[in-house]
């Protein structure tokens, strides 16, 4: 019988971790306001309102941001999108792993960047903010750079002085006819982050 107990109470740490490494947290940047929707900065909110409606899901407002959540081959993917505004996105970014009790290495975080032409694709490991001010305070707040990022690609085609009316510009006609088909991919890449692993998805999608 003691034997029994020990053994019972031994395994449940184990348990936890099992069902801990089976959880997401997928954070797409944006600012909230209906100014800000259809910009090329809000594109981590773009995706996530993608799968979310293709798998039929509803987000609901929660602490610091608007979350759904996703059941996929055993695994539960958190999708967040933050009401921090961008500059202050680590805020909802910790609180939600540690609330949920979730690794370091399975938070996705979804992100544009000028330095990729439209659509490119790029996943990495960790990285510098590269001067984006969503993951500079994320890094500040969980005090690493040793995340996943998902940089989707929104080009620089702005003239000197204009940036911050590109980034929060609305995209243009031809880039509207080529978003369907990223943000498929861009589905894809949650799903087979969680199911495969980071490594797969970096092979299978990066400069795609």
Known sequence: MIKWIIKLFSSTPKEENIDNMKKYLIVGLGNIGAEYVNTRHNIGFKVLDFLAKKEGLSFKTV?????????FKGRTFFLLKPNTYMNLSG????YWMDKENIPLENILVITDDLNLSFGTI???PKGSDGGHNGLKNINLVLNTQQYTRFRFG??????KGQQIDYVLGEWNEEEESKLPERLETSAEIIKTFGTAGLENTMTTFNGK
């Open 122 to 124: 790029r996943i990495k």
């Open 91 to 94: 805020k909802a970014v910790k």
């Open 63 to 71: 602490k610091l941001g608007s979350m759904a959540e996703y059941k």
């Open 154 to 159: 929104i080009s620089d085609q702005f003239k």
